[in-house]
Nanobody, 125 residues
Framework: QVQLVESGGGLVQAGVSLRLSCAASGGTFSYYAVGWFRQAPGKEREFVSIISQSGRLTAYADSVKGRFAISRDNAKNTVYLQMNSLKPEDTAVYYC??????????????????WGQGTQVTVSS
């Protein structure tokens, strides 16, 4: 059983940067691809980014491509989401999720085995 805990959220102004962390425990972290999702009020949870078990493969939603960067440190059992040039539309609760298989189903939420509780990111204009 893998436990995921997100941190790093907060209230920021548009244009600044923020780095989220997803810390894992209870399993062999390097076995899992880890994704980030976000959910804004009144909207469905949407895919943001994913990184493969080794860290060599990544994918991004079009809405964040070029602004966000995902990375991982398997020695620290942590995945990071560096968010630059934040916009008010990035406001959401951000969740990390882990799955044991790397495939093309990045945005398919049921393909993920474990989820964190989320961290709030609020971007003011």
């Amino acid at each position: 059983q893998v436990q995921l805990v997100e941190s790093g959220g907060g209230l920021v102004q548009a244009g600044v940067s923020l780095r989220l962390s997803c810390a894992a425990s209870g399993g062999t972290f390097s076995y899992y691809a880890v994704g980030w999702f976000r959910q804004a009020p009144g909207k469905e949870r949407e895919f943001v980014s994913i990184i493969s078990q080794s860290g060599r493969l990544t994918a991004y939603a079009d809405s964040v491509k070029g602004r966000f960067a995902i990375s991982r440190d398997n020695a620290k059992n942590t995945v990071y989401l560096q968010m630059n040039s934040l916009k008010p539309e990035d406001t959401a609760v951000y969740y990390c999720a882990a799955k044991g298989v790397w495939n093309n189903l990045h945005s398919y939420r049921p393909s993920y085995n474990y989820w964190g509780q989320g961290t709030q990111v609020t971007v003011s204009s």
